[in-house]
């Protein structure tokens, strides 16, 4: 609760993750629990039906997704096409630069990618050696929630492998980044050469527990083939 302090109604909110994997579960716990409303999420996905974000569709505390693949979320289809949740898609290259460019201070970048189709509606286009581009805005939000595996008490962080996904670059496209570990060391127990997120972009940070972890689709070789 002390780590989401200030997050109110109305609050834009980036949430890391692929899939189920890297998501800050513990962060989206609090949210739930607190109530908080109206909320724009900007998260690749949009968790799974009573899991992840998906929790916070439950209890309709999500006025917009921006985000880039839903599904495998039937509330949150439902949602949409009643009109109780607005929703942003984004082709997921186009996702993460727009993000990136917010934390590098970038207002807007041109792409090829929707060029010709309803992405591009609405949007300035232009010709650059003879190929159409699509402007697109960069990305920010009030809050980042990012989940890592190891951090220490400064802020640094360290993702293990696809957990490394959208959190290095949300948590430096936000006003406050929030950050939850599995495990939190000392000053100096990281090797700085390994850090993928520096202190300087984490304003809070601590150690999360209870982790599921889920498996969004388990697929396994029958028992007996090759």
Not at 57 to 77: D, H
Not at 131 to 139: D, I, N, P, T
Not at 184 to 207: C, E, K, M, S, W
């Amino acid at each position: 609760m002390e780590a989401i302090a200030g997050v109110e109604d109305g609050a834009t909110i980036m949430m890391g993750g692929f899939g189920l994997c890297g998501i800050p579960e513990n962060l989206i716990a609090a949210v739930r629990e607190k109530g908080i409303k109206d909320l724009t999420i900007i998260s690749n996905n949009a968790g799974v039906d009573g899991f992840g974000i998906g929790l916070l569709l439950e209890t309709r505390q999500v006025r917009k997704m921006i985000s880039t693949y839903v599904g495998e979320n039937q509330l949150f289809e439902r949602l949409v096409l009643s009109g109780e949740m607005e929703v942003e898609l984004i082709p997921q290259g186009t996702f993460a630069e727009r993000i990136r460019a917010g934390g590098a201070g970038i207002p807007a970048f041109y792409t090829p990618t929707g060029y010709g189709t309803v992405v591009a509606e609405g949007k300035e286009t232009r010709e650059f050696d003879g190929r159409m581009y699509v402007l697109e805005r960069a990305l920010t939000a009030d809050f980042a929630f990012v989940k890592a595996w190891k951090g220490d008490v400064l802020g640094n962080l360290l993702y293990r492998k696809t957990a490394r996904n959208f959190n290095p670059v949300m948590a430096s496209a936000a006003k406050i980044t929030v950050a939850e570990v599995e495990e939190l060391v000392g000053r100096g127990d990281l090797n700085p050469d390994l850090v993928h997120t520096p202190a300087i972009y984490v304003q809070r940070i601590f150690q999360g527990r209870n982790y599921e972890k889920r498996i969004e689709k388990r697929t396994v070789r029958k028992a007996g083939s090759s």
